[in-house]
């Protein structure tokens, strides 16, 4: 008997991208499953617009912009009270092949600890491209920081990624969890407000005992970078800055926290000197804030992205002294 499945979309003031995906929703070829639409407290009418078109949709209006993980954590409760067996939280910004619970229902069945999957994810706009096809933990360029490559990039699918595959993680755009994981582990750390809470998940998942696995005939198409601004979006590099301590510390021992301290605060430096490199100038002031706000443990909705100006001369000062050779 196939499992009762629930996915989960997040709004925020993303109107035409959500109904999109909607509607792609509706062209699933799977019997019991159905959708909650959390609304982030948007101001663009997209919610009564969704309410409107959707009524087979469970529509959830939150008062606050509570971000990915604080969305989607009331999406899984809500998902859970309803009997769900396993949610798929799936990015508003994205269109579902018809096939994608029924490929995920049939791994689930056939592999006893596979506790999250991940699906093929394309490129909108280039369908045959691959934007993810699986992740593997690697370590950072000083060893310390926890890393995970990007599997598939910008490659042309030709069959190459077409076998189910164990991976290190699955990412947050797609992402299939058995209820029994949730109630394992707990939900997704709100602190993280959005970006690598996926990576955290799926370590603390990892830690007792379950797996997660690539399931190649489940597909779904990415409008990539929407809802950050795109691609150099100061937002997304103060959160991906900033949060690339806590998913890291959590796995860390307390003892060995100042020497992780020291080899964030190192390449956070790096990552500020590569983005003025490519001229990005407000990305590279945001993430040096993000770092900045990580080593005083500020964590949660995106704060002042300017950095303290003492710690933007030094950064520059690093940079003079070819800090990256150093």
């Known amino acids: 008997m196939d499992r ?3 996915i989960i979309v997040l709004n925020w003031n993303g109107r035409e991208e959500t109904l999109a995906c909607l509607r792609s929703l509706r062209e699933i070829d799977y019997a019991d499953y159905s959708v909650v639409l959390v609304d982030n407290a948007s101001t ?3 919610a009564d617009e969704i309410e409107r078109l959707h009524p087979e949709v ?5 008062p606050v912009n509570a971000g990915f993980d604080g969305g ?9 009270r309803d009997g769900a067996e396993a949610v798929l939280l799936l990015n508003n910004d994205t269109i579902v092949c018809p096939g994608i619970l029924r490929a995920f229902a049939d791994a689930d069945r056939s592999l006893p600890r596979a506790g999250i999957l991940g699906p093929k994810i394309y490129y909108h706009e280039r369908p045959s491209v691959f934007w993810w096809a699986g992740c593997r933990r690697t370590a950072s ?17 030709h069959g190459q990624y077409d076998e189910i595959r164990k991976i290190d993680s699955v990412i947050g755009c797609a992402m299939y969890i058995r209820r029994r994981v949730i109630e394992e582990i707990g939900m997704l750390d709100e602190r993280f407000f959005i970006y690598h809470e996926e990576y955290d998940f799926c370590q603390r998942a990892a830690n007792v005992g379950w797996q997660c696995y690539f399931v190649p005939s489940a597909r779904v198409w990415h409008k990539v970078s929407l809802s950050m601004g795109g691609a150099y979006s100061p937002s997304l590099y103060y959160l991906w800055t900033r949060n690339w301590l806590l998913v890291t ?5 307390f003892i060995l926290w100042p020497m992780l301290y020291a080899a964030y605060a190192r390449e956070a430096l790096w990552v500020y000197q590569g983005l003025v490199d490519r001229g990005k100038e407000d990305a590279a002031r945001a993430s040096l804030a993000g770092a900045w706000n990580a080593l005083l443990n500020r964590y949660g909705p995106v704060r002042n992205m300017r950095p303290p100006a003492l710690l933007r001369r030094l950064a520059e000062w690093h940079d003079r002294r070819g800090g990256r050779e150093g």
């Open 44 to 46: 663009d009418g997209s």
């Open 249 to 253: 510390r959590k796995q860390t021992p």
């Open 58 to 62: 469970r529509l959830i209006r939150n």
């Open 141 to 157: 360029t000083t060893g310390w920081l926890l890393s995970f490559t990007q599997e598939g990039k910008f490659r042309e699918d």
């Open 72 to 80: 989607n954590n009331i999406g899984i409760l809500a998902a859970l």
């Open 4 to 6: 009762k499945i629930c």
